[in-house]
């Protein structure tokens, strides 16, 4: 026999867990773990002083936490994993045209011989239809995007802004007063660190040693962000020029993330997680002070396709809670009056291409946008054919010509391919 307090109040009780079952959901945590690199073993060949270099490259991207410290950040809540269809890219299939000598060739040459790729994942419409792995590689592994790291601060800051958290106009001195006083940062605006042409000028030698205070090379003693906030003045050159977005100033603006949203960066790591339905642990690599890094974002490839798949979906829904803002995603998607030419280094994805918020257009018609990481890790979306394409490599230059072009005609070829029904 039910009771006749309980019947009363069964309703309101439906009610009350109606509302709260929601919050307690969007409130549930990440579980974040710091972690220290181990001490190296006797026998242990790579280690803290060449983990980066060429030859260990492979290795070092996918093993970050044995070398340098951070945290390791595990998703709120893990989604079931995509279903591929039945019918996939075939990559010995599909013919490509290879930039070296415009001769036809398989899309698995280009991928082995021509980007060095590790691990390609290709969605379309939210479907995988390539899980490309070079032997060894796991998707699954949280691999170092260095660079690449860079467009997703600024989409962060930018979501910050249109929440009215910050103010984009303002001098970076005023946003960070730990810079106050500083000569040449109040001219300094956070856009034009959003866009990474901030005109500064970084010597050779303070460029190393940027490198030593963040843990990325042995022989920091103050931490980067102690570091940043000793310089003075902050010169900056004639000619600004369009300066590939890498170096010291990446710091200013992952200090800026976590100054506007009044969240550390494994916060700001786990809102973007619960965004893209993450499914597996992310690392955020930190200097020996315990301060995140600007390049210190590792993600799984599949976690990395599915940001691209998050952008995809502010698109296409823009009126849900999201990523970032739609008119952000439109702006990216094409050819803005805020957008530059790309720097030289990057023209080989073609001579009309751009950039804006340290996304990249590659040229030509269509609604599409790149984020271009180090030694060919790279992101594709294309708007219009809801494709995306993640790639993590170890090519052995940070960027050349060849590589650029093999990156532009794999995105294209896959795309025909999508759309033409062929190549399965």
Known sequence: ??????????????????????????????????????????????????????????????????????????????????????????????????????????????????????????????????????????????????????????????????????????????????????????????????HGRTGLAWTPGERERWRQEAGWTPGGRLGVRAWLAARSPWPRKVEPGADLPSGPEGELLLWVAEKATKKPATGLLCELQSGIRAQDAAFWASDGQGTPLADGLALSLRDFAALGQGLLDVRARPGRRSLAPAWFVETIAGVGSSAHGLPALWRGLGEDGSWQYRFVHPGGAGRRTAILGAFGTSLYIDFDHATVVAIYATHPERASPLLMASLRRTWDAVVKTGDAGEGH
């Open 1 to 194: 026999m039910i009771d006749p307090v309980y019947s009363m109040l069964r309703p309101a009780l439906g009610c009350v867990l109606c509302v709260a079952l929601p919050l307690l959901a969007a409130e549930t945590p990440c579980r974040t773990q710091r972690s220290l690199p181990p001490p190296p073993e006797g026998r242990a060949i790579v280690g803290a002083d060449d983990w980066l270099r060429l030859g260990n490259l492979r290795f070092g991207l996918a093993h970050p936490a044995s070398f340098i410290p951070g945290s390791r950040i595990e998703p709120p809540a893990r989604t079931e994993r995509r279903m591929p269809p039945q019918q996939q890219i075939d990559v010995d299939r599909m013919r490509v045209l290879d930039p070296a000598d415009g001769a036809e060739r398989s899309l698995r040459h280009l991928l082995d011989n021509r980007i060095d790729a590790d691990g390609v994942m290709v969605l379309r419409r939210g479907r995988v239809v390539l899980d490309y792995r070079r032997t060894g590689f796991d998707p699954t592994r949280p691999h170092l995007l260095l660079e690449a790291t860079h467009p997703i601060l600024a989409m962060m800051v930018v979501k910050a802004s249109a929440e009215g958290r910050v103010d984009r106009s303002k001098g970076v001195d005023r946003v960070l007063p730990e810079l106050g006083g500083n000569t040449g940062l109040g001219k300094l605006s956070v856009t034009r660190l959003l």
